[in-house]
């Protein structure tokens, strides 16, 4: 949690007088300044950095891998390292210009000093090239340094090694030189601060989809990955000649494409790079992948409002010409022409806006008409060239405007129903009494037996049981028409309350917890993976804010005596028996939920004190797509494969 000011030792202050007298005739007022810039930065470190959780931490790796892409992108450096080591200590490596050393003109100190002490100072002195650094925080590396228990940096430059170390922001010594160096470049090894930070134990998969993304961004720029905090050291190397196309080609790696390769373009306008890779495949969902300066813009922005105009526009156009009129007359959609769809967008821009809730959503106005521009020119050229290809697309968006029509026709018939409506919730939901969603909880029980004990041993207060029979529908091979022709689906989606589609409104969430609880047997954990799936693809917003959760059952009930004992594992088990010296104990092995009575049920799975519940999050979309891909879609290869490779862990459902 982001310490509050209050919280915060009050004698810092006093340290940020008191650090200049270690050189007394440094000591101005601009120095000052320095010192007390760092301090904001230490006080409320959630305003430059996000948050002091594990996003907060990952944000000080990549802070600095961005001052690297920058001199990527600048065109002065090709290999970028990224080392955990032990005791979770970064160390940053580049072989860009390094950080210039000589004094600055208005600080009186080196460079490299000012670039770690100063906020702000990352500008790089107005040079004309696109950056990613202080784009999405706009903070620079001084902020890792503020955030650093100790930071170091190493300079290669003007034939020199140069030297500086700090502790907590605050420098030790003045930059000194080391000896000489043949090399050109920057590495910075820093220990965030634990007095800061809630944990310090990097995920390797994090960093790692994040490198990954931005050695597609920046094509041949090779950056490699190193934890050397395990005994056995792990490493991957990123480097992608093909840039942005390999990217699609990776995303659609498990999927059928419907073209011979990924359609691609790049383009400068009005000081704006539009770059852009897409290619279709027969799937129903789209990926989309936007970036403004190599930062991923989840929330999308003007850029991709723009490709969507150009991608609707030049599709109407083809559709038309190709006199696909008299198949379908109405106009496609927006939404017709981003099923199937893979898209990775990366525009350059000298001065990027980020707006939005989580800074997520390029702003800038005039992007949206450059990119519509170039995008409809390229994708026509594109069309003109390559008929067969176009036709298999034009063809996959035809699809998918009739099954919008006949969704429409048959969203009309549920909602006749009322099942969407507010008006009737379905008949077989044992809602709660609450009306604070904030509490509310909803339980996606398998069967009716099961759900029956929920009901008679829940707290009808905040909880609400929804019984769902057999396997609902398998989203990730059926259209939305025929998806909500399932009744199940229909009363999952009328008791969540917040509609579905394009008429999906987060703010009539009508439960923050939504539970799934099945049973621990390899037909609860595929009824799980098909109630993932639907939220995945339909309510993904329902994932993204924590909503979603999985209910963990015990496995085992254990009676020795008067005593009765859970086990959520073969290994628990194990431990709780071997801690009766005497024989005299019985095991009940639960197959299923409907074994318990509601009085256990409440007990082991419900009871908020002492149930174990998982939180489902979405961390890589990237790998969370191909999973999905692979388990519910219809290619049965890689399918097989997965399951092979990931066999222990099935088994594992199936203790
Ligand atoms: C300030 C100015 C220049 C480069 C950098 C900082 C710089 C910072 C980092 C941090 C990690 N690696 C880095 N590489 C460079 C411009 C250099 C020049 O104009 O010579």
């Known amino acids: 949690m982001a310490k509050s000011a209050a919280e915060m030792p009050a004698t810092k202050e006093k340290e940020a007088e008191k650090a200049p007298s270690q050189n007394s005739d440094n000591y101005d007022a601009s120095k000052i300044t320095v010192l007390e810039g760092l301090e904001a930065v230490r006080k409320r470190p959630g305003m430059y950095i996000g948050s002091t959780d594990l996003p907060g931490l990952h944000h000080l790796v990549y802070e600095v891998v961005d001052n690297c892409i920058d001199e990527a992108m600048a065109g002065y450096c090709d290999n970028i390292e990224v080392e955990i080591r032990k005791g979770n200590v970064i160390s940053v490596s580049d072989n860009g210009r390094g950080i210039p050393v000589e004094i600055h003109p208005k600080v009186g100190v080196s460079t490299v000093e000012v670039v770690l002490t100063k906020l702000h100072a990352g500008g790089k002195f107005g040079d004309g090239a696109y950056k990613v650094s202080g784009g999405l925080h706009g903070v620079g590396v001084s902020v890792v340094n503020a955030l650093s228990e100790w930071l170091q940096v190493e300079v290669h430059r003007d034939g020199k090694l140069h030297f500086?170390?700090?502790?907590?922001?605050?420098?030790?010594?003045?930059?000194?030189?080391?000896?000489?160096?043949?090399?050109?470049?920057?590495?910075?090894?820093?220990?965030?601060?634990?007095?800061?930070?809630?944990?310090?134990?990097?995920?390797?998969?994090?960093?790692?989809?994040?490198?990954?993304?931005?050695?597609?961004?920046?094509?041949?720029?090779?950056i490699t990955l190193r934890d050397l905090r395990d005994k056995e050291p792990r490493e991957q190397v990123f480097q992608y000649k093909g840039g942005i196309i390999e990217f699609v080609k990776l995303l659609t790696e498990k999927k059928n494409p419907l073209q011979k390769r990924p359609i691609y373009a790049i383009e400068q306008k009005d000081n704006i790079q539009v770059e852009f890779a897409l290619e279709y495949c027969d799937t129903y969902s789209e990926q989309v992948f936007s970036f403004a300066n190599a930062i991923h813009t989840r929330e999308g922005g003007?850029?991709?409002?723009?490709?969507?105009?150009?991608?609707?526009?030049?599709?109407?156009?083809?559709?038309?010409?190709?006199?696909?009129?008299?198949?379908?007359?109405?106009?496609?959609?927006?939404?017709?022409?981003?099923?199937?769809?893979?898209?990775?967008?990366?525009?350059?821009?000298?001065?990027?806006?980020?707006?939005?809730?989580?800074?997520?959503?390029?702003?800038?106005?005039?992007?949206?008409?450059?990119?519509?521009?170039?995008?409809?020119?390229?994708?026509?050229?594109?069309?003109?060239?390559?008929?067969?290809?176009?036709?298999?697309?034009?063809?996959?968006?035809?699809?998918?405007?009739?099954?919008?029509?006949?969704?429409?026709?048959?969203?009309?018939?549920?909602?006749?129903?009322?099942?969407?409506?507010?008006?009737?919730?379905?008949?077989?939901?044992?809602?709660?009494?609450?009306?604070?969603?904030?509490?509310?909880?909803?339980?996606?029980?398998?069967?009716?037996?099961?759900?029956?004990?929920?009901?008679?041993?829940?707290?009808?207060?905040?909880?609400?049981?929804?019984?769902?029979?057999?396997?609902?529908?398998?989203?990730?091979?059926?259209?939305?028409?025929?998806?909500?022709?399932?009744?199940?689906?229909?009363?999952l989606i009328s008791a969540i309350g917040c509609g579905i589609g394009a008429e999906f409104n987060l703010d009539k969430l009508r439960y923050h917890k939504i539970i799934i609880m099945t049973d621990a047997d390899v037909d609860g954990a595929h009824i799980q993976t098909l109630i993932l799936t639907f939220f995945f693809r339909h309510m993904p917003q329902i994932i993204e804010n924590g909503f979603l959760y999985i209910a963990r059952p015990p496995l085992y009930l254990i009676t020795h005596g008067k005593d009765k004992f859970y086990a959520y594992s073969d290994a628990e088990k194990n431990k709780i028996v071997k801690a009766f010296a005497d024989d005299k104990y019985t095991i009940q092995r639960y197959k299923g939920l409907g074994e318990m009575n509601p009085e256990q049920l409440w007990e082991t799975t419900m009871d908020p004190a002492r149930r174990v519940l998982l939180q489902v999050s979405v961390d890589d979309a990237v790998i969370a797509d191909e999973i999905f891909t692979i388990l519910m879609g219809d290619e049965v290869e890689p399918r097989r494969k997965f399951i092979e490779q990931n066999a222990k862990k099935v088994e594992d459902l199936d203790l």
């Open 302 to 491: 003007t850029h991709l409002e723009g490709f969507r105009t150009a991608l609707t526009r030049a599709i109407n156009e083809y559709k038309k010409k190709l006199g696909y009129d008299k198949k379908v007359e109405e106009a496609l959609t927006g939404d017709d022409v981003r099923e199937g769809l893979t898209l990775v967008l990366s525009i350059l821009i000298p001065n990027p806006q980020f707006e939005g809730q989580t800074k997520m959503k390029l702003g800038n106005g005039e992007v949206r008409g450059i990119v519509t521009s170039v995008a409809y020119e390229k994708l026509c050229a594109y069309f003109d060239e390559n008929p067969a290809d176009t036709k298999r697309i034009i063809e996959k968006c035809l699809q998918a405007a009739q099954a919008r029509i006949a969704a429409r026709k048959a969203k009309e018939l549920v909602r006749r129903k009322s099942a969407l409506e507010g008006a009737g919730l379905p008949g077989k939901l044992a809602d709660c009494s609450t009306r604070d969603a904030d509490e509310a909880e909803l339980f996606i029980v398998e069967g009716d037996s099961a759900g029956g004990s929920a009901k008679q041993g829940r707290n009808r207060h905040f909880q609400a049981i929804l019984p769902l029979k057999g396997k609902i529908t398998n989203v990730e091979k059926t259209k939305l028409d025929k998806v909500l022709a399932d009744g199940e689906v229909a009363a």
């Open 164 to 222: 500086m170390e700090f502790v907590r922001g605050k420098p030790k010594a003045p930059l000194k030189v080391k000896g000489p160096s043949k090399k050109r470049g920057t590495t910075v090894t820093f220990l965030a601060d634990k007095e800061i930070f809630d944990t310090l134990e990097y995920r390797y998969d994090t960093l790692a989809s994040r490198l990954r993304e931005l050695a597609f961004l920046n094509k041949g720029v090779k």
